[in-house]
């Protein structure tokens, strides 16, 4: 028999892995009847189960919406090893949308059971109730890129896409914070010198004049389209001193902040 779990500590990512968690052996492995918290995607390595009245085999996975009513557990003659992650964030509809599930089951197939298989692995190895927050992100991205890779009829895209498409998302939804290229080259798991070559390839700058354009497109539309003053912007796109944002965006727009504003 075999339980583990992990939650989260440390900086709130988007999406923000509140815990993760992996059953084994276990035949009365089960939850509910009764509505979840939060949203849940759970992973069938091994084994048969059930969810709502619903078989699901290995190889198979199911989403638990926040607030839906469940009920889960594991077949007793042929347990299941579940594996699940619990997730929030802004970004949370377009991650579950990528897994395809049945409308009226909410079951999925995942392509990579082998990659499934060693990330349970991974949740087994840690000795403590609680981890980083950017440690759990990094295992559920790999397991969830690997898993929901197949179900694009669309051209697959380059590892430097994927890369520099998730590096641009997390900028993005971490605009409000400082991002820093060592925390973005942790994320992904390349090397600084090989995302630097990947952005000046791509946009001709490096990653952290890339994090600066987008704090200050986004600095910009607020200037145009609401009333916050200088100092609630400056501290929405991640600068606790105005000083220090005035004269960044003095620099690269040869204009200050009020005189942007007024201008559009």
Known sequence: MSFSYVMSQGIITSPFIEGMGFTKNI???????GRRKGFTIHFNIK???FFNGNIVNE???????DGMH???YADKDNPWELMWFTITGACVPDILQQYKANPETNIFDFSSLMTARETAKKICTFNEISADSLKLLEIFLQLHCACTK????????????IYIDYALKYIKDNIYRNVTVDELTHLIGISQPYLYRLFMQEFNMSPKQCIIRLKLDTAKNMLVNTDM????IANSVGYADILTFSRLFSTREKVSPTEYRNRH
């Open 70 to 72: 469940a009920h889960h």
């Open 47 to 49: 084994g048969i189960g």
């Open 59 to 65: 190889g198979q996975g199911f989403i638990v919406y």
């Open 229 to 232: 003053t200088i100092t609630e």
């Open 27 to 33: 035949k009365n492995s089960s939850f509910g009847p």
């Open 150 to 161: 197949q179900n694009n009829n669309k051209k697959q895209p380059t590892t430097t896409e």
